[in-house]
């Protein structure tokens, strides 16, 4: 069975996004390249583009893409409580019509889920935990909150970001062997050292390996790409990616 390709609608830039008339102007791109789904994120809309919601989850429903929403939120807070505006986030997916919400994990630190699996049963969607590139979000505090979660039949799974790792200074391969059983999505991305930090690359730019880490995954999971996509023509370049990813 072939892996779903989410195409993360960063991936263009914010300029680009921006110049192309906004993310709902992406779908068709998106859709044209093979993609089976894309991932909106909340940081990309206007001021005034949350009430436009539903429209948007229209627009996708009409290309016939599954949806990831992503919100540049921690699942945590600085002080280790839950974040207040959860139930918010998931309203705002369930009106897009996504199968998964995707926030970062913050500051974890006692398996308290009463809260959470409360929000969780309340709401048809999917929470996916990503590892971002803060320390809260480090190999050793993301296997923690993993297996509380599991233990308790938390109905979530992580989001392995495969370049996040550079950031917090760890092994991308160890991190795999550590956490592939709690992935349920997977976002494709390599970075290379830039100034003081890292940048991330389009995959045939890398010197990584990357396709060992990729395959050190489950492979029954979706993979969103969320590399630079650039070029003259987005729709070929977006192709490109999609087939090579859908083969690997």
Known sequence: MKPEIIVVTA?????????LGGQ???????KQAGADGVEIRR???????ISQLPALGEAIAQQGLSVCYSAPETLY?????????????????????AQRLKLSLGHYVEPHFEALLA???AS???LVVENDQTADCKLAPMQRFFHH????????????DMANWHWTGEDAMQAAQQLSRYVGYVH?????????????????????????????????????????????????????????????
């Not at 991936?11 to 110049?19: D, F, L, M, Q």
């Not at 709902?24 to 998106?30: D, E, M």
């Not at 940081?43 to 583009?49: N, P, T």
């Open 11 to 19: 991936a263009y830039g914010t300029t680009k996004v921006a110049e």
């Open 24 to 30: 709902a102007a992406l779908l068709p791109l998106i």
């Open 43 to 49: 940081e990309l809309f206007g001021a005034d583009e």
């Open 77 to 97: 807070l600085a002080d280790g409580a839950l974040n207040p505006h959860l139930a918010q986030l998931l309203r705002e997916a369930g009106q897009l019509g």
């Open 119 to 121: 929000e969780l049963n």
């Open 124 to 126: 048809p969607i999917k």
């Open 149 to 160: 979660a599991f233990d308790a039949a938390l109905p979530l799974h992580m989001t392995f």
């Open 188 to 248: 494709v991305k390599t970075a290379v050292p830039h100034h003081n930090s890292f940048r991330a690359i389009a995959l045939d730019d890398s010197p990584e390996d990357w396709r060992a880490l990729l395959q050190a995954l489950p492979g029954d999971v979706p993979r969103g790409i969320e590399f630079p996509l650039e070029g003259d023509d987005l729709v070929a370049v977006t192709r490109h990616y999609v087939d090579l990813l859908r083969a690997c």
